[in-house]
């Protein structure tokens, strides 16, 4: 049989679990990684073990010591297993829309694209690229796509540092373009 690790827990406030709680813990560790074997993950374990001796903290404290420590343990470990291994499937469920039509849902519905700030912040790109060479637009593109100044200057024909150039200058009108309009992009 392999050896079992020996838990190291920590409460709300960072500060270790106490023994008692613990000692309940470690010994239903065999027995939870038996049940829910597809569990791996060590750092999961732990939280789920961690979110346990919160709750039994919580129960102590609000109504004095467990009685059968070891079955609320493992009931709570069952529970946040359970949930662990459902995943968010069980969350989209809970959050669906009761209603027919759908126009409750489209109403909560925030936008993610063709916000106004965004629409704002496009016509103002667009602005700004017309005042630019078709040069500058080509490196600000690529730019703005993430490629490099070598990858960039291999495509125009010229160095590295031209290319670094033409963003500087870039930026420079970028600055201007800004100020001019007193907007933020």
Known sequence: MEQ????????EQGRPVDERTLGVLEKLQGKFRKHFRRIQDESVITTIFEKVAAMMARRERASGPLERP???????????AISNLRGTSIELHRHRAESRDGRDVVRRLEAMDGTPAQIERDILMKELIAQMTSEEAFVFAHKMAGHTSAAIAAKLGCAPATVDVTVWRIRQKLRAFVNQRGATL
């Open 70 to 80: 070891y079955g609320y343990a493992w009931r709570a470990l069952q529970s946040i």
């Open 4 to 11: 079992l690790r020996k838990l190291e827990l920590l409460d």
